[in-house]
């Protein structure tokens, strides 16, 4: 929301009073109280009325420092709660002096001035932040004309759009900017991916991917100067990025208070580090999750013949399958969700699924959604039980959009919580593995729920509650680290509940760029793990964008080939023709299998991301944020530590990308020996079986002996490939077993023109190679290979 109206002056029908004194600081049970007045004060006269500011700065995690700003803190504030890992016991180093109050929570700092002007700074290790001094935090009121007409123009968009907040009053903070700073997150936002400039709005909404609208708004920023700032605030906050004010962004709420966290950390990477120790880290998925994926589609026909068919013709094709969808219609039309199979299309369910999982070797999902239609079975215990949101006068809120007569399904009631997770836990039953939840954007807020919270702030949390009743009924009946989700919608925490998809996207190049921006935004918000529709959703693409998604697809943490009113098999676009070496067929085939050979790889960084909550798949200012050409690239991105990849967005093949400095070895280089020297952009035209990967310098990267199943022994008969190492350096790869737990590490370190790369002494058999040369040995048994150089 802007309040400016340029430099000088507020926007008309708004006033707005800044914190300008800290007219007391006082330390108390180990937090920082300012009394903060919104003139200065210079005699007793002054002190009679006007609005003033309670600010309480405090730490409860390390390298975390928490804000609260408070107007009238007897207001009612029946917003929901984020589920955070907050630690009360934490103590913080507090230190006062004559000038200020400095609060240190290990090396992040915030310092209070005191006088009679406001300053506050935050920094890491003694390196400036951000901060605010004039026009900082402040209160902001509206006239009541002004809210009116405000409310008149919007009161038919609670359904839909953003509401008008009904308060006539905001709390804001305004946090200064460097130059030459960028910011990026905020959840999956498909504008550009540099926020500076923009109005961020955090209100999910089910919009496609071709506009502002998101389906997963995060209230967090991550900045290129090492720090996160998350508002602690389940409802509506507004940013203004370098764009109200140039210098600055703010962040504004409807209400009287505002709480956020400053998050340090010595660079992008552990700052996601310590935002995921706050909000939650990524739940390890399955290793069979990673391979690819393969769905009816949503509107087309299909039964048990058709399914069948599909798999039958992967298999036919050498196209190596390792989950298959049910999109919306196993269940009968008009009935979504109803948790009952449609047995004129499916007469033995049960049967069915454990024909394909026991003889095609595939998992299952299935698709729902939180909403229950009239002609749902459900419907009428749901109506009974008080199970679904409710209007204001008691009735049952209901809508004709998507599902007639459809009601939403209330998670503050525990009550609902189970009868919803019996529904997942029968379908467990039946033979499913895991659960697309879709939908969960279009959340009223003219309605009542169970625990009286606050609609509007319920409007984005609804969603978390969704994922996680979902997420862990479905971990109840599959078992740690075995459950899945394909989410569509999200909001801080959700992480916890992966893997999140890109929603509704077009066939088409720009639409595929859409898609990594959006998901680049939501990992840099915190979100491990990203997939999207491999073609597109809408219309059908054509056989040149298609391939090209594939390769994208492939080399992205979670792969799922999916549309709305075509099949995505690849005969549907062109047929596996040995004519034609780059047929559709062939380069899925190509790619899925690239994939299973990258398992032990990928299995280990999806093991690391669920360990710190470091994104799988990234952006580059995240590991590149000291090299200035990265810090706004958005049509490339790290695959875990060690793989680079650019997606090609032209007909032509040709495709644009930057390689930081180094050697870095082009994986699907046509000899082993393509090093390329780094620190540069670099132009290629690539053919349907090419994609610019590149392995990063000083890495060991392990390929397997890829079969048909990504769950195989990552280690016998695989290839240690040892790229870009230095002379001195050492690098190392951590293996781990496809059922869980680490299997073994591999040490290489270069000493001259030797490499001695040491493992547990083992009887399995794999090949050791030195990228950029033509070196490649048998792995000696006993746990130490010297290869000369």
């Known amino acids: ?340 199979w449609d047995e004129e299309m499916f007469p033995d369910p049960k049967g069915m699924l454990r024909r394909l999982k026991k003889e095609k070797n595939v998992g299952i999902c299935a698709w729902i959604n939180p909403y229950i239609a009239q002609e749902s079975a459900l419907f009428d215990e749901g109506v009974k039980n008080g199970y679904f949101l409710h209007t204001k006068d008691g009735g049952v809120f209901q809508t004709d959009m998507w599902q007639p007569g459809m009601a939403i399904v209330d998670f503050t009631n525990p009550a609902a919580c189970k009868w919803f997770a019996d529904g997942i836990r029968k379908l467990c039953a039946d033979g499913v593995d895991a659960i697309k939840t879709d939908f969960g954007e279009r959340i009223p807020t003219d309605v009542v729920y169970f625990d009286g919270s606050d609609p509007i702030a319920m409007h984005n949390f609804y969603t978390y509650l969704y994922n996680k009743v979902v997420f862990e009924a479905l971990e109840s009946c599959v078992g740690k680290d075995k459950a899945v989700l394909f989410a569509r919608s999200a909001t801080a925490g959700g992480q916890k509940f992966p893997v999140h998809w890109g929603g509704d996207c077009a066939a088409e190049y720009s639409a595929m760029a859409e898609t990594l921006r959006g998901g680049l935004s939501l990992c840099a918000s915190g979100f491990g793990f990203f997939s999207h529709d491999i073609g597109g959703f809408e219309q059908t693409a054509s056989p040149d964008v298609y391939k090209r998604w594939v390769a994208f697809g492939l080399m992205s943490s979670h792969s799922r080939l999916h549309g709305s009113t075509s099949y995505r098999v690849p005969w549907a676009y062109e047929e596996d023709d040995p004519k034609n070496p780059e047929n559709a067929c062939a380069v899925l085939r190509f790619f899925t299998n690239l994939k299973g050979k990258l398992m032990p790889y990928l299995w280990a960084q999806a093991n690391k991301t669920h360990q710190t909550g470091i994104p799988m798949m990234r952006a580059m200012f995240i590991d590149y944020a000291e090299d200035p050409a990265c810090l706004t690239l958005d049509r490339q991105y790290m695959l875990g530590d060690s793989l680079l990849c650019a997606p090609v967005f032209e007909e032509s093949g040709e495709v644009q990308f930057y390689l930081p400095e180094g050697e870095w070895f082009d994986l699907l280089g046509e000899t082993s020996d393509t090093l390329v020297t780094g620190g540069r952009w670099m132009k290629r035209t690539c053919n349907y079986l090419q994609m610019p990967i590149y392995v990063k310098p000083g890495t060991v990267l392990v390929l397997g002996d890829f079969k048909t199943d990504v769950l195989y022994d990552y280690l016998e008969g695989a290839t240690v490939i040892i790229a870009g190492l230095r002379d001195g350096e050492t690098a190392s790869a951590d293996i781990y077993k496809a059922e869980g737990g680490i299997d073994l590490t591999i040490t290489a370190k270069r000493e001259g023109n030797h490499i001695d790369v040491t493992y547990p002494a083992t009887d399995r058999k794999f090949t050791i190679a030195v990228a950029g040369t033509n070196r490649k040995v048998k792995a000696e048994q006993g746990g130490k290979t010297v290869i000369s150089l």
């Open 1 to 340: 929301m802007k309040f400016a109206d340029g430099f000088w002056l507020n926007r008309r029908g708004y006033s707005v009073d800044y914190a300008a004194q800290p007219y007391s600081v006082t330390v108390k049970d180990n937090k920082v109280y300012v009394y903060a007045t919104a003139q200065q004060i210079y005699h007793r006269g002054m002190t009679l009325g006007g609005v003033t500011l309670t600010i309480v700065y405090s730490s409860t995690k390390e390298d975390t420092v928490k804000v609260q700003i408070v107007h009238h803190k007897g207001a009612a504030n029946h917003e929901p709660k984020f589920e955070l890992n907050e630690d009360p016991g934490f103590v913080p180093e507090i230190t006062e002096t004559e000038d200020a109050v400095t609060l240190r929570s290990g090396k992040t700092a915030v310092r209070i001035a005191k006088g009679m002007s406001w300053n506050v700074q935050f920094t890491y290790d003694g390196k400036h932040l951000t901060g605010g001094g004039w026009r900082a935090a402040s209160y902001i009121q509206e006239n009541a004309y002004m809210h009116d007409a405000r409310m008149r123009e919007t009161m038919d968009d609670t359904f839909w759009s953003i509401p008008t907040p009904p308060q006539n009053a905001f709390v804001r903070e305004q946090l200064t900017l460097s130059v030459g700073e960028y910011i990026y997150g905020f959840g999956e936002k498909f504008t550009p991916f540099v926020k500076n400039g923009q109005t961020v709005e955090t209100w999910n909404s089910d919009g496609g991917t071709c506009s502002d609208q998101s389906y997963k708004c995060v209230p967090f920023y991550l900045s290129s100067r090492g720090y996160g700032v998350f508002a602690n605030q389940t409802g509506y906050v507004s940013y203004e990025v370098a764009s109200d004010t140039v210098s600055k962004v703010s962040m504004t709420v409807p209400g009287e208070s505002l709480e956020y966290f400053i998050i340090g950390g010595a660079n992008c990477a552990e700052v996601l580090e310590h935002y995921t120790d706050l909000t939650g880290k990524p739940a390890l998925p399955p290793a069979k999750s990673l391979g690819l994926w393969l769905s009816t589609s949503f509107t087309t026909n299909y039964d048990e013949e058709t399914v069948t068919g599909f798999i039958d013709g992967m298999s036919e094709r050498k196209i190596p399958l390792q989950m298959f969808h049910f999109d919306c219609f196993w269940m009968k039309a008009f009935t979504w969700t109803s948790f009952e």
